[in-house]
């Protein structure tokens, strides 16, 4: 029997849809890097360090943009708190990306706790921005493409592999010492600052994979001048409280952190320097420290390369 004119187009249509999201699932699969390292074409390997991690090894998970991976340092964490974490924070991380790097965090940890830096909270993005984010999740091939120039033999016959870690967890060592003018930094106010719907709902859907996965999701606002003022706060504060989200603002009330605006920044007030990271995660490690999910593993044998690791940046750190 032969099929009606508007049928045979709907099962045409089907087929040619059906042959070319095969398509791109060949190529994402061609196109992806063999390990999750710059030489093999990884963006943003320190983030996706955590893959090359030991299966269900980190206690938790930082996210967020900068303003987190130049502040918790996990080796510090670890020597004073006994706890395993790791920095998926990226430069100018908007929250589509936030979703998609904790998603692959979860694929290979079960962290009890995902810490989230606040700042990316207030980053505006575009529906259409979201929709490619998702896009690439799903088909490589769309964030990946220009690896076709550097092709090998290797990339038509080996499986991509996580086996790379970063050497500091995901955090970055900031040096430089610019002192911030903190003289209006968290002046009182009760205004609300603006948080776009769509951050909103991204928000939601990070704190519902973190249940779906048996991670408790926090809030945390780190130390800047630049980047955090009283009605952010007042928001976050506002936006926690209905979302029923523990939060802790560093910069005000009582877990605020004592940053020596003139020694403790990089850059004037918008990223912490080492001694600035530093203060801020013993902070962390006392909050992290009350919850009763979380364990010390100190003197875990199954743990020593972190006292390997920690051992390194000791060194680093006295240079």
């Known amino acids: 029997m032969r099929l009606p004119q508007p049928l045979r187009f709907v099962l045409r249509l089907c087929i040619a849809v059906a042959i070319f999201l095969g398509l791109l699932a060949i190529t994402s699969r061609i196109v992806m890097p063999k390990n999750n390292q710059d030489e093999f074409g990884q963006m943003d390997s320190a983030a996706n360090g955590i893959l090359g991690e030991p299966a269900d090894s980190i206690d938790v998970v930082f996210l967020g943009d900068s303003e987190s991976y130049t502040a918790f340092s996990p080796l510090q964490l670890w020597h004073e708190r006994g706890i395993t974490s790791y920095v998926c924070g990226t430069a100018g991380q908007p929250l589509p990306y936030t979703y998609s790097l904790l998603g692959k965090a979860l694929s290979k940890q079960s962290?009890?706790?995902?810490?989230?830096?606040?700042?990316?909270?207030?980053?505006?993005?575009?529906?259409?921005?979201?929709?490619?984010?998702?896009?690439?999740?799903?088909?490589?091939?769309?964030?990946?493409?220009?690896?076709?120039?550097?092709?090998?033999?290797?990339?038509?016959?080996?499986?991509?592999?996580?086996?790379?870690?970063?050497?500091?967890?995901?955090?970055?060592?900031?040096?430089d010492t610019v002192a911030a003018d903190a003289s209006d930094w968290m002046a009182?106010?009760?205004?609300?600052?603006?948080?776009?719907?769509?951050?909103?709902?991204?928000?939601?859907?990070?704190?519902?994979?973190?249940?779906?996965?048996?991670a408790t999701l926090v809030l945390v606002s780190t130390p800047s001048t630049v980047n955090w003022n009283t009605p952010?706060?007042?928001?976050?504060?506002?936006?926690?409280?209905?979302?029923?989200?523990?939060?802790?603002?560093?910069?005000?009330?009582?877990?605020?952190?004592?940053?020596?605006?003139?020694?403790?920044?990089?850059?004037?007030?918008?990223?912490?320097?080492?001694?600035?990271?530093?203060?801020?995660?013993?902070?962390?490690?006392?909050?992290?420290?009350?919850?009763?999910?979380?364990?010390?593993?100190?003197?875990?044998?199954?743990?020593?390369?972190?006292?390997?690791?920690?051992a390194v940046y000791a060194r680093q750190l006295e240079q």
């Open 111 to 175: 962290p009890n706790v995902v810490v989230l830096e606040t700042n990316c909270l207030f980053r505006d993005f575009t529906p259409g921005f979201a929709l490619l984010r998702a896009a690439q999740d799903a088909f490589p091939v769309l964030e990946y493409h220009n690896r076709w120039k550097s092709l090998r033999v290797e990339d038509l016959t080996t499986a991509p592999r996580t086996t790379w870690t970063h050497s500091l967890k995901g955090f970055s060592i900031k040096r």
């Open 188 to 214: 009182p106010s009760d205004e609300l600052a603006d948080i776009p719907i769509l951050n909103r709902w991204y928000l939601e859907q990070i704190n519902r994979l973190c249940r779906e996965h048996g």
């Open 232 to 310: 952010r706060h007042n928001r976050v504060a506002q936006l926690a409280a209905d979302l029923d989200i523990a939060y802790y603002d560093l910069n005000t009330g009582s877990t605020r952190v004592d940053i020596d605006w003139t020694q403790d920044t990089c850059d004037g007030g918008d990223h912490l320097n080492i001694r600035g990271a530093q203060k801020v995660t013993t902070a962390m490690g006392s909050i992290l420290g009350e919850r009763s999910e979380l364990t010390s593993h100190a003197g875990d044998g199954a743990y020593v390369s972190w006292d390997e690791a920690y």
